[in-house]
């Protein structure tokens, strides 16, 4: 059984329910518009207009003047400055150890006992006599043997009955003992200080050897310089006398096989 006494009828012209909705959202919106500030609006529209053409513009110019400065030399050291940096954090380079302390210094012994402790250094010849004989005579070689070489050169054979002679021999002896032990240029001073000027005097034809030849031998002729008669003596090895002049000569003229005296001592 049907009943249709509560259906009420719809007209034709009453819109749907999804057109009624519509109808009613589009009717609200015409309500909020009209109330809206249309400057403000445009305003802000064109705000972001300029602030996006600024930014394209900025854009550009920034990669124009990155590009100038960004040149090849550039580029190479901040690609230098990667890899050493890199390297760096992969391999740091290790901090440098700490000095150690220094260790106290150890007691100096008195300079006597050191004095004690060290040996006095050996003589390589005894006396000024070997020092000529095994030495000067050796390595000092000289033409004076044939004729005429006397007019050069003039060399005795009984050299030390030279008082001038026999002293500088002595001071040779004693600098070639002292400067041979040297580990520089102390030989060669030796030889441009020492040997050289002396046997240039001593081998003068007009020095000590004056009137001495090697085939002669040697002749007592030579004076010695005048000198005052109060001259303080001086001490020399036992055969020798005073003359009134203050000039020590021997007792005797020895010969060729007479005793050399072998040192000298000084006062």
């Known amino acids: 059984m049907t009943t249709t006494e509560n259906i009420t009828e719809i007209p034709a012209d009453h819109p749907a329910d999804g057109e009624l909705l519509g109808t009613e959202a589009a009717a609200a919106a015409a309500k909020i518009v009209p109330q809206m500030d249309l400057s403000e609006a445009i305003e802000a529209a064109i705000r972001k207009a300029v602030s996006n053409q600024l930014s394209a513009t900025a854009k550009t110019v ?4 990155l590009g100038e400065l960004l040149t090849d030399e550039v580029l190479a050291g901040m690609r230098e400055t990667a890899i050493l940096e890199a390297t760096a954090a992969i391999d740091p380079i ?4 700490p000095e150690p302390e220094p260790e106290p210094a ?4 008195p300079a006597d006992e050191e004095a004690e402790e060290e040996p006095a250094p050996q003589l390589r010849f005894e006396n000024a006599r070997k020092f000529v004989e095994g030495y000067v005579v050796e390595v000092y070689a000289r033409e004076v043997i044939v004729r005429g ?13 030279h008082a001038e002679v026999m002293a500088r021999m002595e001071v040779l002896w004693r600098a070639f003992e002292h400067l ?3 580990k520089g240029a102390e030989p060669s001073e030796f030889w441009l200080l020492h040997l050289d000027p002396h046997m240039s005097r001593i081998l ?25 008669d109060d001259a303080p003596a001086a001490t020399f090895p036992s055969g020798y006398y005073e003359r009134p002049s203050g000039l020590f000569v021997r007792e005797a003229t020895p010969s060729k096989a007479a005793k050399v005296p072998t040192s000298w001592e000084f006062p």
């Open 62 to 65: 920034a990669e124009g003047v």
């Open 94 to 97: 290790p901090a440098p150890e």
């Open 106 to 109: 150890a007691e100096q012994a």
């Open 149 to 161: 070489s006397e007019q050069r050169l003039r060399w005795c054979p009984q050299w030390w009955e």
């Open 180 to 182: 041979r032990q040297g």
């Open 204 to 228: 003068d034809p007009e020095g000590p050897f004056k009137y001495c030849t090697v085939a002669g031998g040697h002749v007592e002729k030579l004076q010695p310089l005048p000198t005052g």
